[in-house]
Nanobody
């Protein structure tokens, strides 16, 4: 699976951004897709995930109520709508994919930078 992420940028506190991740190379019906982020000096952390076929969604506590993950099957694209952004959301955001039989995400996109100014 090849993943191409886009949509990052600079936004003020309280603003919104939508990240996109387009997948290619495999049929995604047996995959989970997710967004992770990594801030400078910190470990990578899970943000949100979605089961491609059924659309079940999963969120980190830090994302609940502010972020929404969704997918558009025709475009093989996963989105992360981020609202009410905070400076602590500043990070590189990475999309990832894993087959449902795997416990870890094995395919990664190149990342897109989100900077939230105070």
């Amino acid at each position: 699976v090849q993943l191409q992420a886009s949509g990052g940028g600079l936004v003020q506190t309280g603003g919104s951004l939508r990240l996109s991740c387009t997948a290619s190379g495999r049929t995604l019906s047996s995959y989970y897709m997710a967004w992770f982020r990594q801030a400078p000096g910190k470990e990578r952390e899970f943000v949100a995930g979605i089961r491609w076929s059924a659309g079940n969604t999963y969120y980190a506590d830090s994302a609940k109520g502010r972020f929404t993950i969704s997918r558009e099957k025709v475009k093989t694209t996963v989105y992360l709508q981020m609202n009410s952004l905070r400076p602590e959301d500043t990070a590189g955001y990475y999309c990832a994919a894993r087959h449902f039989s795997m416990s870890e995400y094995t395919y990664w996109g190149q990342g897109t930078l989100v900077t939230v100014s105070s």
